[in-house]
T-cell receptor
Framework: DAGVIQSPRHEVTEMGQEVTLRCKPI?????LFWYRQTMMRGLELLIY????????DSGMPEDRFSAKMPNASFSTLKIQPSEPRDSAVYFC?????????FGPGTRLTVL | TQLLEQSPQFLSIQEGENLTVYCNSS?????LQWYRQEPGEGPVLLVT?????EVKKLKRLTFQFGDARKDSSLHITAAQPGDTGLYLC?????????FGTGTRLQVFP
């Protein structure tokens, strides 16, 4: 079975550009999570969805960040405009009950 | 907000040595999970502990949950290069996970 799929795996962009990260959760899972990992702040929850509905977005750093889940098999995290401090690895995870399964992450570099 | 501190932050050891890493919380855990993250990958769940004083074993890994449910330890016996990675503890609150600061382990052959 395929795990959580994220694309792209690497993204390099310039400050001010729009960035869209994509996630396909494991089929049948009903919760989806977006995390950000940096050396300074570790692994932080940004937002999570349950049955495609955003439940908690208190971790979203500011209005430049937005996330959507139009259906059970797809989610996006968008940063507009991007800034150098957004450089990090962004993980998507999905779960059904209890255990969260993480994707391989998207390494974002904003120059 | 619950804060999870892990120690040590970095650990480099030779193959065959034993080691223990720690996770301490500013408040009581409802349940605690340990994850291992290898370079270029996402974290993978190793174990979940729920009851104070609980001990779980996973091959050469022994996980202990403190009696007061505010701390936990992970002990690895006879470490192998394949144990290399970032070890994260996480507090689970309903669907949300709060992760610790992590211990980065390097095991040299």
């Amino acid at each position: 079975d395929a795990g959580v799929i994220q694309s792209p795996r690497h993204e390099v962009t310039e400050m001010g550009q729009e960035v869209t990260l994509r996630c396909k959760p494991i089929s049948g899972h009903n919760s989806l999570f977006w995390y950000r990992q940096t050396m300074m702040r570790g692994l932080e929850l940004l937002i999570y969805f349950n049955n495609n509905v955003p439940i908690d977005d208190s971790g979203m750093p500011e209005d430049r960040f937005s996330a959507k889940m139009p259906n059970a098999s797809f989610s996006t995290l968008k940063i507009q405009p991007s800034e150098p401090r957004d450089s990090a690895v962004y993980f998507c995870a999905s779960s059904l009950v209890g255990e969260q399964f993480f994707g391989p992450g998207t390494r974002l570099t904003v120059l | 907000t619950q804060l999870l501190e892990q120690s040590p932050q970095f650990l480099s050891i030779q193959e065959g040595e034993n080691l223990t890493v720690y996770c301490n919380s500013s408040s009581v855990f409802s349940s605690l999970q340990w994850y291992r993250q290898e370079p270029g990958e996402g974290p993978v769940l190793l174990v979940t502990v729920v009851t104070g004083g609980e001990v779980k074993k996973l091959k050469r890994l022994t996980f202990q949950f403190g009696d007061a449910r505010k701390d936990s330890s992970l002990h690895i016996t006879a470490a192998q290069p394949g144990d290399t990675g970032l070890y994260l503890c996480a507090s689970r609150n309903t669907d949300k996970l709060i992760f610790g600061t992590g211990t980065r382990l390097q095991v040299f052959p």
